[in-house]
Nanobody
Framework: QVQFVESGGGSVQPGGSLRLSCAAPRAILSTYSNLHIGWYRQAPGKQRELVASISPYHITTYTDSVKGRFTISREDGRKRTYLQMNGLKTEDTAVYYC????????WGPGTQVTVSS
């Protein structure tokens, strides 16, 4: 198993923006460009859900609740995947994780996103 490292979370007011970054673990750097990467989130008392994903061919998917507000992207040269979050809502509050969609590694601590007034 491998573990990705998330960063970029924080506390913002409704309507604010954050950009999350996902760094790949050393063990998979050589195959990073072939991975289908996903951003997940888990709110308190709720099940973890897939928020967005990006394939090796840069095909993206989004859960309905974030469409038009979130954008997932990747820079294979830097071995990083990003989640740009605009127009944040209180219901976006959660711990955000990134992982390999097809064969998930272990779940790390994630990065906390808190949206409140």
């Amino acid at each position: 198993q491998v573990q990705f490292v998330e960063s970029g979370g924080g506390s913002v007011q409704p309507g604010g923006s954050l950009r999350l970054s996902c760094a790949a673990p050393r063990a998979i750097l050589s195959t990073y460009s072939n991975l289908h990467i996903g951003w997940y989130r888990q709110a308190p008392g709720k099940q973890r859900e897939l928020v967005a994903s990006i394939s090796p061919y840069h095909i993206t998917t989004y859960t309905d609740s974030v469409k038009g507000r979130f954008t997932i992207s990747r820079e294979d040269g830097r071995k990083r995947t990003y989640l740009q979050m605009n127009g944040l809502k209180t219901e976006d509050t959660a711990v955000y994780y990134c992982n390999d969609v097809r064969t998930p590694g272990s779940w790390g601590p994630g990065t906390q996103v808190t949206v409140s007034s």
